[in-house]
Structure formats: structure tokens, C-alpha cells
DNA sequence: CGCAAGGTTGAACCGCGTCAAGAAGTGTGG
DNA sequence: CCACACTTCTTGACGCGGTTCAACCTTGCG
């Protein structure tokens, strides 16, 4: 972790780049840039919660552990997401933890200031508070698909939405190298499991494999695996 | 569903209870008394929203539906718990379904109204956002549940939180009336299943059961089926 | 070159969802 | 008050999907 005090950018954050110049310029005076090595974590599931995080750049899982060997990754925190804002709710115990998975540089900023800001800044809670209610919907869709869903649609679900949310390089693979691990997480499933999957994928010509990378070849077979038939 | 247009407390509600007395007074203007009899339907996903409801008092399930027979229940709404809220985000749909499980009534307020009230009044706004906070939080405990805890667990987490909501009763049972069919949605699991796991707990004398009454008896030892063994 | 870390595959096991079928309640109309 | 239908409960049997374990094979790296 090293510390900077230059080179981020708040504007990419949607949560100040539309709200009063007063926030951004109070921001400012407290943030603290923080830079993070790939695995390295950022804060850790049952910490007391310091503070909250705007990513600059880079990729960070948000993950939540169970006994000693599982984990779910429940999102991806990219440019413009915020890291460690469930802090705000009553018991100031971080419920999640964040680790890097690509090169990460974040601005750091003090909870008490945050907090303070929130309360006087009607603009950012209201745009805070509507992240959080799409947040809830993404988050109750999983659970019905984690509830229901087959192992096979929540890998297509997993790999749709990294596409979405990273994009596709020019070869046309998701933008984002994961490694089957994190896959695993990400779709709630094993190892194994996940790469048998990806196999069957690639037999159905629905995706193609080279290395790490997965290229999407056919999003609406995919999307249809991740329907319940309606 | 029945109107009227008294005896709705929005005290009870902690939105309301703590906040500008101008909002009440603007709330009272524009509210509007529903009442619904158990099994009615508040709202249904995919619908437009129209508005958010506050409750008064009874019971609500909110619940998502997979395929046309499965179903999970996400949470359930008592006294002072608001639904559909999640309209709030970019895509004015519910993403979520709420159906009363007891006698219901419930004030609703027209969405424009409420969300112009958000824009203007901070402390409603910013209450807003760490109720969210807090329901995320719930939300990704349950995800990580879900994926890695056993159905027994999940049941012994469903009545947990269930005689946590409801309170017990005098005989020491769970204070809330309700199906198996349910229970077994909201443990997200299966009629049979629940109704094995059930007798399983009784015979280790977890909980008893009689009829669809049921008392928690070992709340440590339930507790205990629903951690990671860290 | 050798070890470590991840990738690949097979086989066994088992949790739990599914189906089926009978029992026991619950309501309804005659 | 009984007969009938209909839902909810209860139990057994079965089998599939998916986790787990274990072994072997790559690949990268000091």
C-alpha cells in the first residue's frame, strides 16, 4: 500500500461529479490516495469501519468469507465505485471485505467526514441512497438466482455481467483477468465445477477459452440459460 | 383491498418518527390508507411503480418468483417497515413482489411525491440511506448463506430471525402464523425438505412444534448450525 | 533442474429436490 | 350430521447435480 496525494481524479465518481462544488473541494482537503498491489486487501470483514473508499482506477473484489476455505465474491469494484460504504449503517463493523485483484488506486475518506458530509449534503445522500437501492435489487436478484438457478446459468449470469461491467478487449474477451477461482466465487460454485461448466459452454459454442481469457460468443444462448422459463 | 383515510399512524414508522415535522404534515396530504387481507397481492414484480407503501400494521412477504412454480421469500415487512422502495432506482420497476400474510394496512404515497420530498428533505433522505445500508447488509449475509450454508442451517436461521422479528408469544412460540409452504420459501428450500429438517430439530430438541406453532428452544445450539465453524 | 502453484480429469459420495401415494385435516353442500 | 372434494401433511423411494477427494499433468519461476 502506498500513499499519494495527487492523481486522482474524483470526477469519475458519479457520486461527485455532479454534486456541489462545496463537497468536492471539502473532499479535497481530506481524502488520502491509497495504492494497493494486486491481492492485497483493503479492508477486512468484522474490522471496525475507518472510513470509505472512491476507486480511481484499478479492480477490487468484495468478498465475504464462510469457515475457513469458502468465500462468495459478491461485486466487482471498478472506476467510480465506492468500497466500504455499508460502514454507514448502524453497527460501524465492516460486513464484507475488499481485496485488489488488479492494481488499485483508491481515495480514502475519513468516515466521521463522510458521515458528516451526508448529513448536510442533500444532493449526495439522495444520489447515495439510489446507489444503494439499485444495489439492493442486483443483490435480491442473486439471491433468487443463488436460491434457484443451476450451477450452469449462474457461470453464464457471472460471465454476462463481467462483460458488462468490464467490457470486451479486442479479441472479445472479457476485459478483466480472473482467475477460476474468483470465477468459482463469483458464481458460487467449486473449482471443478465451474471449469466442467465452462467446458460445456465451450462445446455448445456459447464461449471460447484461451488461457484466462473467455471470449462470449453467443450472449443470447447465454441469457437464456439464466432464465427460470417463463 | 379497502381505502381509508384514518387510523394510520406514520409514528410508528422511524422514517417518519424522527423527522421534519413538515414532511408529516406534507405525508398526511398526500397519503392514502390501503388495507389488504392476507393472501392479497400489495404489488407484483415487474410492475411500474407507482408509489411506496409504509406499514401500519400486519404482515407482508416480499418475494421473487422463479419459473411459474418456485418462489423465495426475501424478507417480510412488519409495523414500521416500508415497501417497495427499491422503485427509487433508475428503472421504476419493482423488482419484487409484496403479498400480506396477515391483515394488512398500509399508508401509500405516491412515488413523485415521495421522491420530490427525498430531494428536498435530508434527513429523509439520509434515514433512507442507512436503512439501505443496513437491508444491503442483511441482504449479502444472506447471499453468502445461500451459497454455502446447509438447508438445515438455513432453516435454523430462518426461525432465528423470524422469533427475532415476531417475538414469541406466551407459549413461547414463534409469533407469526405462517405456512411451511413459506417458511420453506424463505429458508429457500423445499416443502419436504423443511418438514424433515424440522423433525430433525425436534428430535434433538432444538425447537417443538404444534401444529403450525413453533417454539424455539436451544436458540445457542440453532445459532450454532448457522456459522462456518470459525 | 526441481519445486510450487495452478490446471485437468475421473470417481465416489451424498444432500436435497422430485415424485408419488396415502393420511389427516378442512370446508361445503345436501 | 354425513358425504364428498380438496387442500395440507407425512413418509418413502429415487436419482440428479454438484461437491469433494485424489491423482496426474502442465506451466512458470528461482
Chains 1, 2 share one sequence.
Request: overall charge positive.
Amino acid at each position: 500500500m502506498n500513499k499519494s496525494q495527487k492523481g486522482c481524479d474524483l470526477e469519475k465518481c458519479f457520486l461527485c461529479s455532479n454534486t456541489v462544488p462545496e463537497w468536492r473541494e471539502a473532499i479535497n482537503l481530506h481524502k488520502q490516495n491509497l495504492r494497493f498491489k494486486k491481492g492485497e486487501v483493503i479492508f477486512s470483514e468484522g474490522q471496525a469501519v475507518t472510513g470509505i473508499y472512491f476507486v480511481y482506477s484499478g479492480t477490487a473484489k468484495v468478498h465475504k468469507k464462510w469457515g475457513n476455505y469458502k468465500e462468495l465474491i459478491i461485486r466487482f469494484a471498478t472506476d467510480g465505485s465506492i468500497l466500504g460504504h455499508r460502514g454507514l449503517g448502524s453497527k460501524m463493523v465492516y460486513g464484507v471485505s475488499a481485496t485488489a485483484v488488479e492494481p488499485l488506486v483508491v481515495c480514502f475518506v475519513d468516515i466521521k467526514f463522510f458521515e458528516a458530509s451526508l448529513k448536510t449534503n442533500n444532493d449526495l445522500s439522495y444520489k447515495l441512497m439510489v446507489l444503494f437501492a439499485e444495489e439492493l435489487d442486483i443483490s435480491e436478484r442473486k439471491m433468487r438466482d443463488l436460491a434457484h438457478m443451476p450451477v450452469k446459468g449462474r457461470v453464464a449470469q457471472a460471465l454476462l455481467s463481467l462483460g458488462e461491467q468490464f467490457g470486451l478487449n479486442k479479441d472479445g474477451c472479457i476485459n478483466l483477468e480472473l482467475s477460476r477461482q474468483d470465477l468459482a466465487a463469483f458464481a458460487a460454485s467449486t473449482y471443478e465445477t465451474v471449469f466442467r461448466v465452462i467446458i460445456e459452454l465451450t462445446k455448445e459454442d456459447l464461449v471460447t477459452v484461451n488461457g484466462k481469457q473467455i471470449r462470449i460468443i453467443d450472449r443470447k444462448k447465454l441469457a437464456e440459460l439464466t432464465t427460470g422459463g417463463f
